[in-house]
């Protein structure tokens, strides 16, 4: 199967401040997304995005198909964006989704 | 909308008992699949189906079994609950064609400990 990497695994981030997540992937895809799980364990979908840039308010995803990358981007977190952030990924645009690690995101007042 | 409904939230068992796990979605979504998510290790696929009467496995079905008997519910089955099931468990739906193919919605999660 496809494999996925995350990095950086833990990240601590004071209100305010910006980031990037990174997500690898070892082979074509045609479904990427990008989820966040709050810290009462809800999974929450932020995007579906197999290639290109999308935003949604402070959040922007982008990803480089050919390259095997995607990055999410958070701009002037705050302390509800913590939680884990997973990458997931398949071949086809619907179906099996191989997941990422995740990254464990903290968000200090 | 509902979305995804799972139940029970929490369930304890006793080692070698039986349980079913529900999962009912509300969206006509053709594909249903269940996760598990154990500490570290993300989530990892169980079982999933692209429509009624069809399931296959994912990359731990061991232990596990699943149906679907009908578009809109996808029951995971315990057969004999061993302490290494002791997880949360997922179910999730996506559409398989037309606007918002693929998206997945997940439910709530169901907290599994095993004695």
């Known amino acids: 199967g496809i494999q996925v990497e995350q990095s950086p695994p833990d990240l601590i981030l004071q209100e305010g401040a910006n980031s990037t997540l990174r997500c690898n992937f070892s082979?074509?895809?045609?479904?990427l997304q990008w989820f966040h799980q709050n810290p009462w364990g809800q999974l929450i979908n932020l995007f579906y995005i197999p290639s290109g840039t999308k935003q949604n308010g402070r959040l922007s995803a982008t990803t480089v198909a050919t390259e095997r990358y995607s990055l999410l981007y958070i701009s002037s977190s705050q302390t509800t964006d913590s939680g884990v952030y997973f990458c997931a990924v398949a071949p086809d645009s619907w179906g099996k989704l191989q997941f990422g690690a995740g990254t464990q995101v903290v968000v200090t007042p | 909308n509902a979305g995804v409904t799972q139940t029970p939230k929490f369930q304890v068992l006793k080692t070698g008992q039986s349980m079913t796990l529900q999962c009912a979605q509300d969206m006509n979504h053709e594909y249903m699949s269940w996760y598990r998510q154990d500490p570290g290790m993300g989530l990892r696929l169980i079982h999933y189906?692209?429509?009624?009467?069809?399931?296959d496995q994912g990359e731990v079905p061991n232990g596990y079994n699943v149906s679907r008997s009908t578009t809109e519910d996808f029951p995971l089955r315990l057969l004999s609950a061993a302490p290494s099931q002791t997880s949360v468990y997922f179910c999730a739906s996506s559409r398989r064609g037309g606007m918002d193919t693929g998206e997945l919605f997940f439910g709530e999660g169901s907290r599994l400990t095993v004695l």
């Open positions: 189906s692209v429509g009624a009467g069809i399931t």
């Open positions: 082979d074509s895809v045609n479904n």
